[in-house]
């Protein structure tokens, strides 16, 4: 493709991108696409000759649209939003252009200390602690921070598993509210899913116990376990529950375990005053934390942020310098080489989508966004409470509200199944998208609320057609 070829398909696509998010309200939220039909309609076999970009545009209108869901739309409230903006569009095309692939300083200083720079001003924009200066990095997902955070505390016990693999029983402390990704980790690091040790949560908040914690460390170090990390929560997948920071800090500390903080969803509601106590415990506690920006802060995925209160032992696990890599500014020590904080070699220039974020919308940009997030989900909650047929979860201090129909007559398990089968048949009509989650066993429709294009009328409107659809007779 020559830059003229270039110039001119590339302006069709950013007016096929501009005209989508125009006209997604217009378009079913879920697709309709059946198993198979995308990959039916695709060729089976590539072309032996280049066949030029038209197809391309026709091809992504005609087969790819109808098999996308669209994460983008108004309407889409399942899991939590995965937000995308213009500048974090153009920023990503703008790291494509460059096609930069920085895995060391040397390889793209710019990539780099961008990145280092933007994670300051995000420690300075959410109000993280001082020692995370200089210590962030952009990962492609919360997962891997996580599985980064717990390869560094394995490093941190002091014993040899960087060189001889894992020869003692490590253990990991989660909730069974805390993402699958952290089991994931032990599973990736060798740990292993049986060392996963559950610590009970308040029935009511969800929030971990710590006195539970301070027990099973207690009991697991006295049978010769090493317990390597601790992972709480700020604002969990399933309702956003609140782990206890501090307290659950000051039991690590007393057992001189790792403390990883995972707010991979609800972190980034920091850059508002009001949002600030999701940092609690942070500073005095916190061995290494991660928050989304490709959630909830108009930030195409990927790029979650992790940040580490003492860089060292990541390094030393993840540090191997082959012949091949070998350069100047690596020897120096004077510069941060990015492949060592990460698990793949290569990485792409993230920063510079973040960084076009923060720049257009500044921070007062972005803290009106989150507002009007936790404002719309405060609106719905207190419609849903109005509504004596419904009945809503107290909590909901961010952008997600969780509820469920009463059903009246209807024994548990029924309606359970009742409020699922709403559920399916909201989602197959393609006027909004939600998903559900378990609390005490009993299913609870999960709302959230946090894209860019959501007003007040899409969520009134969706929560109509909720009331709508529950009061029809089904056969
Ligand atoms: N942690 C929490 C609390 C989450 O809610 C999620 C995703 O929803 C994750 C981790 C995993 O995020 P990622 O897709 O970035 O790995």
Redesign the pocket.
């Known amino acids: 493709m020559t830059p003229e070829e270039f110039r001119r398909y590339g302006r069709q696509v950013v007016d096929w991108i501009a005209d989508y998010h125009e006209r997604i309200a217009s378009m079913p939220v879920l697709s309709q696409v059946k198993p198979g039909d995308v990959q039916d309609a695709l060729p089976a076999r590539p072309p032996e000759e280049g066949e030029g970009f038209e197809g391309v545009l026709a091809d992504l209108e005609r087969i790819v649209l109808p098999g996308v869901t669209h994460w983008q739309h108004p309407s889409f409230f399942a899991?939590?939003p995965s937000n995308t903006s213009g500048p974090a569009i153009l920023g990503d095309l703008l790291s494509s252009g460059l096609g930069v692939q920085g895995m060391l300083w040397a390889t793209s200083p710019a990539c780099t200390e961008m990145e280092t720079r933007v994670a300051d001003w995000m420690v300075d924009l959410l109000g993280l602690p001082a020692a995370f200066r200089g210590n962030g990095v952009i990962q492609d997902?919360?997962?891997?921070a996580c599985l980064v955070a717990l390869l560094a505390a394995v490093q941190r016990t002091g014993g040899s598993a960087a060189r001889d693999g894992i020869d003692r029983r490590h253990t990991l402390y989660v909730s069974s509210q805390t993402?699958s990704?952290l089991e994931k980790a032990a599973r990736i690091t060798g740990i292993g899913s049986a060392n996963v040790r559950v610590v009970d949560v308040d029935p009511g908040t969800l929030a971990m116990d710590p006195a539970h914690l301070d027990a099973l460390l207690t009991e697991d170090a006295a049978a010769g376990a090493v317990p390597v990390m601790v992972c709480a929560?700020v604002?969990?997948?399933s309702t956003t529950a609140v782990d206890p920071v501090p307290a659950i800090g000051e039991v690590c500390r007393g057992h001189g375990v790792w403390l990883h903080v995972?707010a991979?969803?609800a972190g980034v509601a920091a850059v508002c005053p009001e949002f600030r106590w999701v940092n609690d415990g942070l500073a005095e506690h916190a061995d290494s934390y991660s928050t989304?920006p490709?959630?909830w802060l108009l930030t195409n995925f990927d790029c979650?942020l992790l940040w580490l209160a003492d860089r060292a032992p990541m390094i030393e696990a993840l540090s191997i310098l082959p012949e091949y890599l070998r350069n100047q500014a690596t020897t120096s020590g004077d510069v941060i080489d990015y492949r060592d904080w990460q698990i793949p070699l290569g990485r792409r220039f993230r920063a510079l989508k973040l960084w076009s974020v923060i720049r257009w919308y500044g921070a007062e940009g972005l803290r009106a966004h989150i507002r009007a997030g936790a404002r719309l989900a405060d609106a719905l909650a207190s419609w849903i409470a109005a509504d004596p047929a419904f009945e809503v979860r107290d909590h909901h201090p961010f952008g997600l509200v969780c509820f469920r129909p009463r059903w009246a007559g209807l024994a548990p398990d029924e309606a359970d199944a009742a409020t699922l089968a709403l559920m399916e048949r909201l989602n197959a009509s393609g006027d909004l998208y939600l998903t559900h989650t378990r609390v005490g066993g009993r299913v609870l429709l999960r709302l959230a609320v946090g894209g860019p294009a959501t007003e007040e009328r899409h969520v009134r409107a969706a929560w109509d057609r909720i009331r709508e659809e529950a009061a029809r007779p089904t056969a």
């Open positions: 899991y939590f997902s919360a997962s891997s993402h990704s929560t604002g969990t997948t995972d991979a969803y989304n490709h959630k979650t």
